[in-house]
């Protein structure tokens, strides 16, 4: 028996033995979690520009987090297929309430510029060193789906970050307008503290198998499910030349919409829901009709195709501030990243030793949250330059990572790789 029937053969028998009901459980906690994050991700820019920030030390903001996600996700992978999925979710959903619970105090209390931006910093810190639910939770789905449902749901769980996006800005924006500028982050320490309580309560464990033998995060066998598996390797690398661009608009984008259409947070909130109601709807209901249309690589080839052409069509929007250019414009790059995003992840997926998911999509957001490190950095130095910069550099990355994708999908069917074999 070849290696990837082996692969597909243990993850059908974990997958055929998961809890009933596992998936509309993990799908619902992390949109209580991704609300309390969509809450505030849109004000970030504006809490910053409280404290006098400049537009790099607003950009920082997005890596700092994910520097310590960075360290944290690996470990957290680790810890996750030895320990359980749920243990590690529950330590990083109360570490997020820590987090949201100081930005809220920063934010309404603060004394000095430099003390309040130091303390917006360090409540990014908190978060991202418990960041560890994203690549437990796309564990957790591998270990509960089978090769062939799994970008379904890889799907399901894109649907709940773009509900949570859908519901959190929106949210966010009315509470900032209404309440005050500290309400969000308030609110967000709360969906945590829900999400915390209904994965100790609800959520049964995924993780039955008995753990690898890797173990400690230090030694360098914990790094083998990606270096032992080339196409996993360029898998990653595409991944973070996506991720690198998508980061460089995530973090620009509310101070674009304020420099060019004078956008308040509450304008920008509303941008940030319709973009999630995309997400929503192509990651929730479409891509299992994708699916049947075309292959994972063909997807995984349109998807950051259509956000290169989003990105250029909204570079217009500078010069013709009309609210139609920014709206097809985000409606294309969102459909992309909808797409792109749960076939990836699938393929990864498809690819590692299904008793090693936690490691591998800890590697896989570890290299994601590598991205969410420069990307940022790099748009803010080149956004004092100008406005379109961001968007014209982006556009040119995903773009290099289309051509990637279509010369390693064409490799993998002339080798006969394991991730070939279900086209």
Known sequence: MSDSAVLDHANEDRAAAAPKGALLIIFLIVFVDLLGFGLIIPLLPFYARTFQASDLQVTLLF????????????????????????????????????????????????????????????????????????????????????????????????????????AGPGLGGILAHYVNEAAPAYAAAGFSALAAILTFIRL???????????????????????????????????????????????????????????????????????????????QGGLIRPLMK???????????????????????????????????????????????????????????SDPREQGTTFGLFQGTGTIARVIGPIIAGAIYSRHVTAPLFTAAAVVALAAGWTIALGARSRMTGSPESHDQ
């Open 63 to 166: 890596s700092t987090y994910s520097i310590c996600q960075f360290i944290a996700a690996p470990i957290l992978g680790v810890l996750s297929d030895r320990y359980g999925r749920r243990p590690v979710l529950v330590f990083s959903q109360i570490g997020s309430v820590l987090g949201y619970l100081l930005l809220g105090w920063a934010t309404h209390y603060h004394a000095n510029l430099t003390l309040g931006l130091g303390l917006i910093y360090l409540s990014r810190v908190i978060d991202g060193l418990s960041g560890g639910n994203v690549s437990t939770a796309q564990a957790y789905i591998s270990d509960i789906t089978t090769a062939e449902n799994r970008a379904r749901g890889m799907g399901l769980l894109g649907a709940a970050f773009g509900l949570g996006f859908i």
């Open 204 to 282: 049964p464990e995924s993780n039955v198998h008995r753990p690898v033998e890797a173990e400690a995060w230090l030694h360098p066998r914990v790094f083998l499910p990606l270096l032992k598996r080339p196409v996993l390797v360029q898998l990653n690398a595409i991944w973070f030349c996506s991720m690198a661009a998508y980061v460089m608009i995530d973090s620009t984008i509310a101070i674009y919409l304020n420099d060019i259409f004078k956008y308040q947070a509450k304008d920008v909130a509303w941008y940030f829901v319709f973009v999630g109601i995309i997400i929503a709807v192509v």
């Open 293 to 351: 249309r075309g292959s994972e690589w063909v997807w995984c080839i349109v998807g950051p195709i259509m956000v290169a052409a989003g990105y250029l069509i909204t570079v217009m929007s500078a010069w013709q501030a009309q609210a139609w250019i920014l709206i097809a414009g985000g409606a294309t790059y969102a459909v992309g990243r909808s797409i792109q995003q749960p076939t990836i992840q699938s393929l990864v997926s498809k690819s």
